[in-house]
């Protein structure tokens, strides 16, 4: 009998051989992504009205095609390892992935349900108060966004009416889309078959936060105070962790996809109301305060169920902080496995940065 395989051993190789499948696939969406970056400038002007909201379409499209096309990829040219490393029964990756976009007509209702709570109960408030004791994030995200920009692909900003409103009827969805599918679809489910759910949560949520404080890199956010970014990484990845282990307990994409688009049609009014001049006192009292109150209709009608739900996540959460019984943790294994979680999420996310942003 060969060595035994010490717990920290067990952790690091789990751990590389994710990333590595994350890098077949960054691989691959990169390569796809070559198509819209640069074939439809040539086919449609990149100034007419339909360029962004048909860009941001294709990447969409273009990402739900590729990921199961590399997994399976991945899946061959792992097989080997593939057998000794998943946690659980791994029958086809790239089935797995579609299967997240499933609805049925007895789950739509359900599925919609947690879609309208995790809208009206995390989204909204969180965007709320931020703007409410940060009204200068307005600001930020206004001047980060750069729609003013010569290569920018939020122009629509800086548009009438009309012609924003036909702009986020497609791109909220489609952004959200494309980052549910990558962060919550890809990341965090295939990562539970590697490493722990708990794990595979942190990771990309980590992940999903420094995607949007990256912005801190970008040539428009120069000489802003960096507290926004901040404020910014502690939202998307405090969201994060709700919506991977929402995606992880039900396996289903449609709520976290549905949520982010409303989220993003609302946020974009509030970013699109301060480019033209009216401070956010408008959203508050038209918009974000209805909302509220129906959030709190929503809350009372539906406390059993979000107590329930609440009780499990935190019961899930402090496992992650309690050592792994599976592989014979220590809690030296144990803090150093949360170290590098942090790490994984930062070395994927600049692979990511590399390829796919």
Not at 68 to 94: C, G, H, N, W
Request: net charge neutral; hydrophobic share 55%.
């Amino acid at each position: 009998m060969g060595r035994l395989e010490s717990p920290l051993q067990t952790i690091l190789k789990q751990r590389f051989y994710f990333l590595f499948e994350v890098l077949i696939i960054f691989i691959g969406i990169f390569l796809f992504m070559l198509i819209p970056s640069f074939l439809l400038p040539f086919l449609i002007d990149s100034k007419s009205v339909i360029f962004e909201p048909l860009y941001y379409l294709l990447r969409a499209v273009i990402l739900i095609a590729t990921i199961p096309l590399f997994l399976y990829l991945a899946t061959l040219v792992m097989e080997k390892q593939r057998k000794k490393l998943i946690l659980k029964e791994d029958i086809s990756p790239s089935r797995n992935f579609l299967s997240l976009f499933k609805i049925t007509k007895k789950n739509f209702k359900f599925q919609l349900l947690y879609g309208v709570l995790l809208l009206f109960l995390v989204f909204i408030p969180l965007d709320f108060f931020t703007y409410f004791f940060s009204p200068d994030m307005l600001s930020y995200t206004s001047v980060v966004l750069d729609p003013a920009g010569e290569f920018s692909l939020n122009s629509y900003f800086n548009e009438n009416y009309s012609i924003f409103l036909f702009s986020i009827i497609i791109i909220p969805l489609c952004v959200a889309v494309y980052e549910e599918s990558l962060v919550r679809g890809f990341f965090t489910n295939r990562g539970s078959d590697y490493v722990n759910e708990m794990s595979a949560v942190i990771i990309t949520s980590f992940f999903f936060g420094l995607g949007h404080f990256a912005y801190v890199f970008g040539g428009p956010s120069l000489g802003l105070p960096i507290i926004f970014p901040i404020i910014w990484f502690l939202q998307t990845f405090f969201v994060g962790i709700i919506l991977a282990m929402v995606v992880l307990r039900k396996h289903w994409i449609f709520p976290a996809i549905f949520a982010h688009t409303l989220n993003n049609v609302i946020s974009s009014h509030s970013i699109w109301n301060y480019i033209n001049g009216q401070n956010f006192s408008v959203m508050t009292i038209f918009i974000y305060i209805p909302l509220l109150v129906i959030g709190i209709i929503l809350f009372i009608w539906q406390f059993s169920r979000i107590k329930e739900s609440l009780s499990i996540g935190f019961k899930e959460f402090k496992t992650y902080f309690e050592r792994d019984k599976t592989i014979e943790e220590s809690s030296s294994d144990a803090i150093i496995r949360i170290l590098l979680d942090f790490l994984f999420g930062l070395i994927i996310f600049l692979i990511g940065l590399a390829t796919v942003y």
